[in-house]
C-alpha cells in the first residue's frame, strides 16, 4: 500500500512562488503532480520516476514548476515559481507502480492524496 499526504498549498498572488510536499511511504515506480481548476478534468503536471529520479514535465509550466524529492525518498515536491491566475486549482500528489512515466495517464495512478488547493490572485 502506498501513503500520500500532501501539504504547502494556499494563497499568493500573482509572481508569488509556492512549494507543494508531499509525504510517501510505501514502494512505487513513479510519482506525480496533478492540478484540477474548477470546471475541468484532472491534468498532470510533472512525474517523477522513483527508481532514478528522471523527472517529466507536461506543459507550459515546466519553465516555472520543478519536481524534486528529498534524498531518503520520502518527500516528493512541486516548486512552483512565477505563479499566475490560471495555475490555480486543487493540486494532487499521486503514485502509481504500473504504467509508464513518461505520460503520467491519470488513469494509471492508484494512489491519490488528499490534495492542497492552490490560488494565484491578479
Known amino acids: 500500500q502506498v501513503h500520500l499526504v500532501e501539504s504547502g498549498g494556499g494563497s499568493v498572488q500573482a509572481g508569488g512562488s509556492l512549494r507543494l510536499s508531499c509525504a510517501v511511504s510505501g514502494e512505487t515506480y513513479c510519482m506525480g503532480w496533478f492540478r484540477q481548476a474548477p470546471g475541468k478534468e484532472r491534468e498532470v503536471v510533472a512525474a517523477?520516476?522513483?527508481?532514478?529520479?528522471?523527472?517529466y514535465y507536461f506543459d507550459s509550466r515546466k519553465d516555472r514548476f520543478t519536481i524534486s524529492r528529498d534524498s531518503a525518498k520520502t518527500t516528493l515536491y512541486l516548486q512552483m515559481d512565477s505563479l499566475q491566475p490560471e495555475d490555480t486549482g486543487m493540486y494532487y500528489c499521486a503514485a502509481t507502480r504500473r504504467g509508464l512515466c513518461a505520460t503520467a495517464r491519470p488513469d494509471e495512478f492508484d494512489y491519490w492524496g488528499q490534495g492542497t488547493q492552490v490560488t494565484v490572485s491578479s
Open positions: 517523477l520516476r522513483s527508481s532514478t529520479g528522471t523527472a
